[in-house]
């Protein structure tokens, strides 16, 4: 299937052949038709599949082949992260260079002049987390009279972070006749009510995980004792070839931090972002690692949600992240689109139950892998299975795959 046959505005597919995309992916070939035609639509889609472009490019051809009724913002996507919100925009203005359109990110963490200031110079779109949002409404500067399409980004998301109460505020604010886009990695009970309640006669569009739709992703699993993480991390970023970048996960912000100075003292180039940092630093952050200045990004989940950086080799989770969904969602960070990555889980005897969580999510053994020359302590690490018994295993990454598994420390 080509771009050509979804019936967009030539001047929409000059702007995607500008970016190289070259054919639709699954849930853009699914969704964007529906979309063109007006429906409802339920989407369950990770990151990483090319779910913005989904609905970004219907709204755009809308907005260039439907004339306005109203005097106002026509579109409203609602995400949960300001980097989610401002990668929609980002998104947006790189597929419409071809289209006049004003359009603004609206989050928190950040001044309200440039916000207020864009608002009054009239927007056409606006993509915005819920409490800057509704910061905006109830001081009375944005009128959702026009809007005609809702986009809820990370639906899921959005309710695990406790947004839910602010998104239905913003929902029943607006003009009841419009088109409603609930995009979610996976669609829980409470967002399937939600979306009932809120759909005319939706269409659902499914697509699979990430993980089993990226066949490009490679899992590792580095078994390891707690203490001993750091420096199998450092002998992984420095004993790689191929590790030209990677976002390193770990569970809290203290890890995050601690991880951050450890790397640094070893002369690692690397930036870090999480809740606790102020947005510019997150931003700096961000663009020092998109520019290639620092080699590892070290993150927790809610900061790295909507990260979109091409070309990261590898996602090393530091910690395991406590559900398989997180864990598909930080996977989903490397091998975007049609590209191939590394998912390395640096994995102690406790964390090895929730790997087998993600295994059976996953419907795949995940490879142990041991690095032959790295020096495990004595008495700290058991692997509680021993790893690579038998032939390779078909997703085992290229490296450190060890010739005998005597190579495993007893
Ligand atoms: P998303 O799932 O929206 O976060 O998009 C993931 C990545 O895929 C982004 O870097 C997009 O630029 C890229 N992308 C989206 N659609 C396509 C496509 N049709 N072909 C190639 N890359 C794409």
Excluded: W
Aim: aromatic content about 4%; glycine content about 6%.
């Amino acid at each position: 299937m080509s771009f050509d046959t979804l019936g967009l505005h030539p001047d929409l597919l000059k702007g995607i052949r500008d970016l190289g995309f070259e054919r639709p992916t699954p849930v853009q070939a699914e969704a964007i038709p529906q979309i063109l035609s007006g429906r409802d639509v339920i989407a369950s889609a990770q990151t990483g599949t090319g779910k913005t472009a989904a609905f970004v490019l219907p709204i755009l051809h809308r907005f260039m082949t439907a004339p306005r009724k109203k005097q106002g913002i026509r579109a409203l996507i609602v995400a949960p992260t300001r980097e989610l919100a401002l990668q929609s925009m980002e998104h947006l203005k790189n597929l419409s260079r071809y289209v006049p359109l004003k359009g603004h990110a609206i989050f928190g963490g950040t001044p309200m002049e440039p916000q207020i200031s864009a608002l009054k110079r009239g927007l056409d779109i606006v993509s915005a987390t819920p409490g800057r949002l509704l910061d905006h409404v109830y001081s009375g500067r944005i009128d959702f009279g026009a809007i005609e399409v809702l986009v809820l980004d990370e639906a899921d998301r959005m309710m695990d972070m406790g947004f839910l109460p602010d998104v239905q505020k913003i929902i029943s604010l607006l003009p009841p006749h419009r088109q409603n886009l609930i995009f979610s990695a996976t669609i829980p009970p409470p967002i399937m009510e939600l979306a009932r309640r809120i759909c005319r006669n939706p269409v659902t569009v499914q697509i699979g995980p990430k993980s089993t739709a990226a066949a490009g992703i490679r899992h590792a699993v580095y078994p390891v004792s707690q203490h001993q993480k750091t420096e199998l991390l450092l002998r992984l970023l420095n004993g790689q070839e191929g590790l030209s970048s990677a976002i390193v996960f770990t569970r809290t912000k203290i890890r995050a931090d601690r991880l951050t100075q450890s790397l640094e003292r070893a002369g690692i180039r690397v930036s870090v972002i999480h809740g606790d940092r102020s947005q510019t630093q997150r931003s700096r952050a961000l663009e020092s690692f998109k520019r290639g200045r620092a080699q590892v990004l070290v993150a927790t989940d809610v900061a790295a949600r909507g990260i979109d950086v091409k070309d990261i080799s590898h996602v090393i989770n530091f910690d395991v992240p406590s559900t398989p969904e997180d864990y598909i969602h930080r996977a989903g960070r490397t091998a975007r689109a049609d590209a191939t990555g590394d998912a390395f889980s640096l994995v102690t005897p406790e964390e090895e139950e929730m790997i087998r969580d993600i295994e059976r999510v996953l419907n795949q053994r995940l490879p142990r892998v041991i690095l032959p020359d790295f020096n495990y302590q004595k008495g700290d690490h058991r692997p509680h299975k021993p790893p690579f018994r038998g032939g390779p295993h078909p997703h085992a990454p290229r490296h450190h795959r060890p010739s005998h598994p005597r190579s495993h420390p007893r």
